[in-house]
């Protein structure tokens, strides 16, 4: 059950995320980032974070591509025009691509062999108390400092955006 | 695991149904209240008072032409509707309406499933829910529409902050994700709900508020302001189309006041113990019903009260006599309450309906990113020092 539930959500990711590239309108293109981002989030619930799994959601699915989607529905961008292809990316594209592939493979069943948990540093797991307890103990100064950074980057954008007083 | 699938299935077709149904009469209710707010009968021709107006809306809807327009991105103009009342549906699957019970020997829980990291869900799933409405004002390739989409995704944006501000302060009170270990948590006499318990006036106002503008709701439409932009993002929807983004709205009324009830109003739990008489207070309710329809058929104001008001009567006090039976009590006086909490909010959101104007739009705004969030931020500030100070 849990491995096809994972082959359709990781083949969904897959194919959602080769369309972001090939679709050239920029809403056809963001709708398939709402579906990786979707389907990753099915991911992180069959691997039992599901806290991170609804953080996922919540924050990528729910918020920043919203914004995406309402910039586009702002701008009321047009579809793109398809760009000429080089000769040398026509060439080497395909076995880069492959070879890029199979590396990631290969590293990853190298430093994860199938029968270790997946671990961040000392972290596992991905529930609520688990997420918290490790952002509040192990993590708390890169927690805080996380922090003030989206702050400044906040007071940031107010700066640029004001429209000058004088 | 073979009779789990089974028990679920059959949940799924019970509430499904039920939903559908409360979906529909919901409106007819709502016609109802605000009629009578504005001092007129309402829908009266349709069977008695209107109790039929729901079935002929519907047929009504389901018969009339489905007018696709050709101008339209014909994908995105499809998928939205269906997108707007899958996820509208989807975040009731998560609520809880009662405890465990047995069902012919198998234990069960009232409500479809049963997640660790429910608040969360409907969180996720509701931020979701921005897309049917927003892509349906952009397909439709209609200037209205458009305007209608955009203010619905930037309201939603704004109102979901405090929202969620608003509903992790009683999260920090009874220290779960779980919505039924939420109820469980404000068992007992009523000032153990969240709302008296935990000094959560502020925030249940708040949650309020921010929830009539997620569902976009009287005196927060302004996505389908007529006077400014026809009907919104619906404009160009017809027949089952629009009545789909017609029920999505109705079930987030209904998914968001359940959610005020689970936090702050102890879910399905009564006001008082059991063990004081509050499992006869639905008992009074239909009986003292039943008798005074019973006596005004025996003494009749207009001819027909003889016959319309004693079989009213008798189904009431039979209602009456199926709350005293036993094996029913442990299932029935949980969904009593729950749904008589759920039913106070719905009726909340149809009386500030009949009563408010609509806001302007720099207002609604300046509103929620003013007034609202470091209200719900202060809030949640308070409320956590007051768990470190105390506990």
Not at chain 1, 91 to 102: D, E, K, N, S
Not at chain 2, 140 to 150: D, E, H, Q
Not at chain 2, 208 to 223: G, K, W, Y
Not at chain 2, 285 to 293: D, Q, S, V, W
Request: with cysteine.
């Amino acid at each position: 059950m849990d491995l096809i539930l994972f082959l359709v959500f990781a083949g969904i990711a897959v194919v959602a995320a080769i369309n972001v590239v090939v679709q050239r309108h920029p809403i056809s293109s963001a709708i398939s980032l709402i579906a990786v981002m979707g389907s990753l989030a099915v991911l992180y619930l069959l691997l039992g974070a599901e806290f991170i799994a609804a953080a996922q959601v919540i924050v990528y699915a729910g918020a920043i591509m919203v914004l995406f989607v309402f910039v586009i529905m702002l701008l009321n961008a047009g579809g793109e025009t398809k760009a000429g292809r080089s000769f040398v990316a026509s060439l080497l594209g395909v076995p880069v691509l492959v070879a890029l592939l199979w590396l990631l493979a290969y590293y990853t069943a190298r430093i994860y062999p199938s029968d270790t948990e997946v671990h961040f540093g000392g972290f596992r797991g991905g529930t609520a108390q688990a997420v918290g307890r490790a952002l509040f103990t192990t993590y708390l100064l890169p927690f805080e400092i996380t922090s003030i950074l989206i702050l400044i980057a906040i007071v940031g954008a107010i700066v640029l955006a004001r429209k000058e007083l004088e | 695991m073979d009779s789990f699938i089974v028990i679920s299935l059959i949940k799924i077709f019970v509430v499904f149904g039920a939903l559908m149904t409360i979906l529909a009469y919901l409106q007819w209710v709502e016609r109802k209240v605000i009629a009578h707010i504005q001092v007129r009968p309402g829908p009266y021709r349709v069977g008695p008072h209107g109790l039929l107006q729901p079935l002929a809306d519907v047929i009504k809807l389901i018969t009339k032409e489905d007018l696709v327009p050709p101008y339209v991105n014909k994908v995105l103009y499809l998928a939205a509707p269906f997108f707007a009342i899958t996820m509208a549906l989807l975040s009731i699957s998560v609520i809880p309406f009662g405890p465990a019970i047995r069902v012919a020997g198998y234990p069960t829980y009232m409500g479809l499933a049963d997640l660790n990291f429910g608040v969360l869900f409907i969180l996720g799933i509701s931020s979701m829910g921005v897309y049917g409405i927003a892509l349906a004002g952009w397909s439709s390739n209609n200037k209205y529409s458009l305007l209608g989409g955009l203010r619905s995704s930037a309201q939603m944006i704004s109102y979901e902050l405090p929202l969620s501000l608003a509903i992790a302060a009683p999260l920090l009170i009874s220290n779960t994700l779980s919505l039924r270990k939420l109820v469980d948590s404000q068992d007992g006499w009523m000032w153990n709900w969240n709302l008296f318990h935990g000094f959560q006036y502020v925030s249940f106002v708040v949650f309020i508020i921010a929830a009539f503008a997620e569902t976009n709701r009287v005196p927060f439409d302004l996505p389908e302001a007529e006077n400014e932009l026809v009907a919104g993002f619906h404009t160009e929807y017809s027949s089952m189309k629009f009545a789909s983004f017609f029920m999505a709205e109705y079930a987030n009324m209904v998914t968001v006041s359940c959610m005020a009830v689970l936090l702050f109003l102890g879910g399905w739990v009564a006001p008082w113990p059991a063990a004081y008489g509050s499992g006869y207070v639905p008992v009074a309710i239909f009986a003292i019903g039943g008798m005074i329809a019973i006596w005004r058929g025996l003494n009749p104001r207009r001819p027909r009260d003889r016959f319309t008001f004693p079989p009213f009567g008798v189904v009431f006090l039979v209602v009456a006599a199926v709350f005293l039976v036993p094996i029913l009590q442990s299932a029935l006086l949980p969904l009593f309450w729950f749904c008589a909490k759920t039913g106070a909010i719905l009726f909340l959101f149809m009386w500030i309906r009949g009563t408010l104007p609509r806001f302007r739009y720099d207002q609604l705004m300046g509103f929620a990113w003013k007034i609202l969030f470091p209200v719900a931020m202060l809030n949640l500030l308070v409320t956590g020092l007051a768990i470190a100070v105390f506990s």
